[in-house]
């Protein structure tokens, strides 16, 4: 492609300001966004293109200046084109913790590169959070009782109904307890989250930890992101692995000087926000396979199923109609 938007990164300064540049489309993910890795010489780029219609855009543009400001590990902005809907961003390569994951490694490097991963996202639930008044489309993007409960929903439409055909026998009774789970998590302390972090959206440049596709951030719960990166569906923790992660990510957060962490709340809204996360991650799923037509995330429903099948159980004194829904899947 022939483009002024590449020249300055690739150092062109000609009267015209435009380069040649190669582009090979990159990423299989769930949105309609697509991305390209584009190539002039020895210089590379990651180019992302909306829909014309995307709301996200904006955000995104806002949050990557407002995280990389106070060191969350965000790719680097080249340059955008809010008339168009494109932006340029830092190439990270082709390795994201999900590829890392495929790799033969010893227990001991995984475990690493998961304390790595959750240092940074302790940067983001705690550094960054404090001083989120200076991005007011993040601060005004809070993951309320409406969102949680149009999460659920979509598990029981897109999922239970839509991609299992699974009759609902007592509709009435699970969303009195979806409501009461929504209340519940509503209900805890906010930082601003990812939303989607799960290894898909961390990549590993130079041994680093980075995180991409954040425009989804909100102000929630940050056991939600925990949830999504410690029971993730697309790669299973070591039971013991996962209890030592989650006690140090607890650690950091307590020692952090100016984030007056609760752990007393924290640890009771971990099944709660697994619980959301899974029936999201599920929704997700069906939608995607059902409607888009992108039949490779099926390869991931039994790993969530299995997940959401295991907390729903040590809930199910809290929510046994769940429970009882969830067994029969």
Not at 273 to 291: I, S
């Amino acid at each position: 492609m022939s483009d002024a938007f590449f020249a300055r990164h690739f150092g062109v300064h000609t009267a015209d300001a435009r380069v040649w540049s190669d582009a090979v489309l990159i990423g299989l993910g769930g949105s309609d966004r697509r991305y390209f890795r584009v190539k002039h010489d020895d210089r590379t780029a990651v180019l992302m293109e909306c829909r014309p219609e995307d709301p996200d855009f904006e955000r995104h543009m806002a949050y990557t200046g407002f995280l990389a400001h106070h060191g969350v590990p965000v790719p680097a902005l080249f340059s955008a084109d809010s008339p168009n809907k494109r932006a340029l961003f830092e190439d990270l390569g082709d390795t994201s913790l999900y590829a890392y994951l495929k790799l033969l490694h010893d227990a001991a490097s995984i475990e690493g590169i998961y304390r790595a991963v959750l240092r940074s996202l302790v940067t983001l639930h705690a550094t960054a959070t404090q001083h989120v008044h200076e991005c007011l489309l993040l601060k005004t993007r809070i993951f309320d009782y409406d969102y949680l409960r149009w999460e659920t929903t979509y598990f029981l439409d897109r999922f239970v109904t839509g991609l299992r055909k699974h009759a609902i026998a007592n509709r009435p009774g699970i969303d009195a307890e979806l409501h009461r789970l929504a209340q519940f998590v509503d209900a805890q302390p906010r930082r601003i989250i990812h939303r989607d972090f799960q290894c898909q959206n961390i990549m590993i440049h130079a041994g680093v930890p980075r995180f991409i596709d954040y425009q989804g951030a909100r102000m929630a719960p940050p056991a939600y992101d925990i949830a999504s990166v410690l029971w993730d569906p697309y790669y299973r923790l070591d039971d013991g692995v996962r209890e030592r992660l989650l006690a140090y990510y607890v650690g950091e957060m307590k020692n952090d000087a100016f984030t007056a962490f609760d752990e007393a709340a924290f640890t009771p809204s971990v099944i709660a926000c697994r619980l959301q996360r899974h029936m999201q991650a599920l929704g997700a799923y069906g939608f995607l396979t059902e409607v888009k037509g992108k039949t490779h995330f099926l390869k991931h429903v039994p790993e969530a199923l299995r997940l959401l099948k295991a907390e729903a159980a040590e809930a199910r004194q809290e929510y046994p109609e769940l429970a009882r829904l969830v067994a029969a899947l």
